[in-house]
């Protein structure tokens, strides 16, 4: 099965070519307080696709939608083929199976090793997997994300905070997704770990053809691995495009954001 073939199905649904993730029209509203107002969004195939806006726009909000961990106040979003705010068990277990999510904090099981961490998805998946296969399979991707093999047996307090954020991006790469979600994954890192992260996440993507929509606010990152970024502002997506081009975009927090001196030499 070519890329370009429209039958192509994931779960037995057929995804065509069509953006994994495909948002219009959505609404978040918390009280008084409007947090989105007609967001439209797509996601291509293949993508790094960065996600930036100022404090209290909503990008969090977004990632949550998309998953089904929040329903939205109006709005459509597709997601895998299939209808993300449907309470259907069948459609939800679908994109649970085929998204991976690293949250800002890790959100590792503290009392669990980290290879017991790593199975929790396994278990709820596949519980007629064999122990021991499920033990092969977590050390894997504990290696995968660029830990030593002895990590399977720590508890995430005897790792370092860079380790945590492997420990964690084990965990969602643990049922194999085609797309994984990344909250601030460097935040918290020095540069040189946070250099690091970022090129495990290319190496990734271009080992297990992932769609990333990484969420972050790390100027670095975002000139060294996405493909795109859509920037939220006044409550939606203003644009979505390369860094060359939103670099150009006349609006106020594009301009002091890309081309403030941070921006500058991240750029440089």
């Not at 057929?14 to 007609?38: C, K, S, T, W």
């Not at 399979?137 to 002895?150: C, H, N, R, T």
């Not at 996440?201 to 795109?228: K, M, P, Q, S």
């Amino acid at each position: 099965m070519t890329d370009s073939d429209p039958n192509r199905t994931l779960d037995g649904v057929v995804i065509g070519d069509a953006p994994l993730i495909r948002v219009r029209g959505m609404v978040n509203q918390f009280g008084e307080q409007l947090i989105h107002d007609g967001l439209d969004l797509d996601v291509q195939r293949g993508e790094i696709l960065g996600v930036v806006g100022g404090s209290g726009t909503g990008k969090s909000v977004l990632m949550r939608s998309i998953l089904g961990l929040r329903t939205p106040d109006a709005g459509r979003i597709d997601v895998l083929g299939v209808d993300a705010r449907s309470s259907d068990p069948v459609i939800r277990r679908h994109i649970e199976r085929n998204s991976g999510v690293l949250f800002q904090d890790g959100a590792l099981f503290s009392s669990l090793s980290v290879g017991e961490n790593v199975q929790v998805p396994l278990k709820e998946y596949y519980p007629g997997l064999p122990e021991s296969l499920r033990h092969e399979l977590a050390l894997l991707k504990i290696k995968l994300a660029g830990l030593p093999a002895d990590t399977i047996d720590k508890l995430p307090s005897q790792l370092s905070g860079g380790m945590r954020k492997r420990a964690a991006l084990a965990r969602a790469l643990a049922l194999d997704p085609p797309l994984l979600f990344l909250d601030e994954p460097t935040a918290g890192l020095d540069p040189i770990g946070a250099a690091a992260f970022d090129e495990l996440i290319l190496t990734l993507r271009r080992a297990l053809g992932l769609t990333v929509f990484l969420i972050t606010h790390d100027l670095d990152t975002l000139y060294a691995i996405c493909d795109r970024v859509a920037v939220l502002a006044d409550r939606k997506v203003i644009a979505t495009a390369p860094l060359a081009e939103l670099e150009k975009l006349e609006h106020p927090w594009v301009q002091a954001y890309f081309n403030g001196p941070r921006g500058r030499a991240a750029r440089a």
